[in-house]
């Protein structure tokens, strides 16, 4: 009995930890973006400028109507994915640290979409792009969660070549 409330306890502080690191970065997010709204600092490589962002990553298909609201359903579409296959994720720590940034850039930029009709962008990086702390959270997910799968693809590739070539 002991050991099964031991149990429960670990798993809410779990839970308790996980909700809150996904509430700060959010927050860190939506601070961030209204404190630099209007905002121009700096000529170097890494600036800041705010900028609405209509369309997705680079600016692509601001021009396209509806694509915000397109956006948004696709991305809730995810984040009921990504929830629903919570347990996966939080499997190990790795993977929900992958977890807790998929969820915190998927709600920090579709808040801007539903409340603004854009997303405030206001970092940049000199002839390459701007963006924000969740485009940030959501790009570390992404590629922490593709470095185990191409990895394991590799892997399975390697043993099918081996086991074609006879070695």
Known sequence: ??????????????????????IILILLDLLTK?????????????FIQYIQNLGSSF??????????????????IVLIIIIYKKEHF??????????????????????????????RDFIGLKHLFIFNL??????????????PELSDTKNLKSKKMKKYHGK
Do not use: P
């Open 1 to 22: 009995m002991k050991k099964k409330l031991n149990q429960t306890k670990s798993n809410q502080i779990s839970s308790i930890t996980l909700y809150s690191s996904i």
């Open 34 to 46: 209204t404190f630099f709204t209007n905002k121009f600092y700096g000529n170097g490589f890494i």
């Open 59 to 76: 600016g692509i298909f601001s021009n396209v109507n509806l694509y915000s609201t397109l956006i948004l359903i696709l991305s809730i």
């Open 90 to 119: 939080l499997t190990n720590k790795y993977l929900t640290f992958v977890f807790v940034f998929f969820v915190a850039g998927i709600i920090g930029n579709s808040y801007d979409r539903l409340f603004f009709g854009f997303v």
């Open 134 to 147: 969740a485009d940030l959270y959501f790009s570390i997910a992404f590629i922490l969660f593709m470095i």
